[in-house]
């Protein structure tokens, strides 16, 4: 804890807000969608979906939460215990929709569904577009399933399975949006980023979280932010978001968000 509150004070030193930006694209992103504070109706619909996991005590037996979870070693967990230690934030599940909106993502794919609160935001930010998911816990994923269902959340396709082999299945398609909230080690991640880059197009956007969360995980974002295909890459502590827009110069950006 110590270690990550002296990287959002460095963080919070070198970073900036709009004002501090040149590139029209991400001004735009950052005032259109990043800085929206207008209420909008599908925050009901997140704030609905949280309340209803936050009272559930369904027990679910863990198998695989990666890295991801610090808190209770334990193997059975109830569905309240997982929202309120390894779940979505309420901010990041908003910030996340409002991307969707912006960019209307049509086809996506998250790594890492846990109780599906941002793939919940995903698909109420544009909710025509296709997601698919994936998740390592079978019963985690067993429960998550029923609960899209409950909620009515279509064009979802929740896979369960271990990352690596799910991911090599998926290169040859093409994802607008790839979520990374999975496994937060650093190798693991960086091969997810090498395994699926050949989904994304000039348009892509890659959203990695928590790339603060441990020496490793910031390690990773440094690699992935030098690499030659990456040109735009927004730091926002919480986030990495990775672009490719060929016609735009390499250029990274620390924001307050």
């Known amino acids: 804890m110590r270690k ?41 619909e997140l704030k609905a979906y949280r309340t209803y996991l936050l009272s559930n005590r369904t027990k679910i037996e863990v198998s695989d939460l990666g890295v991801g979870s610090r808190v209770k070693k334990g193997h059975t967990r109830s569905v309240s215990e997982l929202v309120k230690n390894a779940g979505t934030t309420r901010y990041r599940a908003k910030l996340l929709s ?13 790594l890492g569904t846990s ?32 609960t899209f269902e409950q909620f009515g959340l ?7 399975g271990d990352f690596n082999d799910v991911t090599k299945t998926l290169t040859k398609n093409t994802y607008d949006c790839i979520y990374f909230d999975g496994n937060h080690q650093k190798e693991a991640t960086l091969n997810y980023f090498e395994t699926l880059l050949p989904t994304a197009t000039n348009d892509t956007v890659f959203i990695f979280d ?20 990456v040109t735009v890459t927004i730091d926002t502590f919480f986030w990495g978001i990775v672009f490719f827009r060929k016609e ?7 924001l307050r968000v």
């Open 210 to 229: 928590d790339i603060y969360w441990s020496t490793g995980m910031t390690e990773a974002w440094t690699l992935i932010k030098q690499h030659p295909k």
């Open 115 to 146: 109780l599906g609160i941002a793939t919940q935001a995903l698909h109420l930010g544009h909710p025509a577009g296709d997601i698919t998911t994936i998740e390592g816990c079978p019963a985690i994923a067993a429960f998550t399933e029923q």
């Open 98 to 110: 409002r991307f969707a909106q912006y960019f209307q993502f049509k086809n996506s794919l998250e």
């Open 248 to 254: 735009q110069a390499k250029e990274h950006f620390t």
């Open 4 to 44: 990550l509150i002296i990287a959002y004070l460095k963080f919070w030193l070198r970073s900036k807000n709009q004002h501090g930006v040149q590139s029209p694209f991400v001004y735009d992103l950052v005032t259109k969608c990043f800085y929206d504070r207008k209420k909008q109706a599908i925050y009901s």
């Open 154 to 160: 279509k064009n979802i396709r929740l896979i369960t």
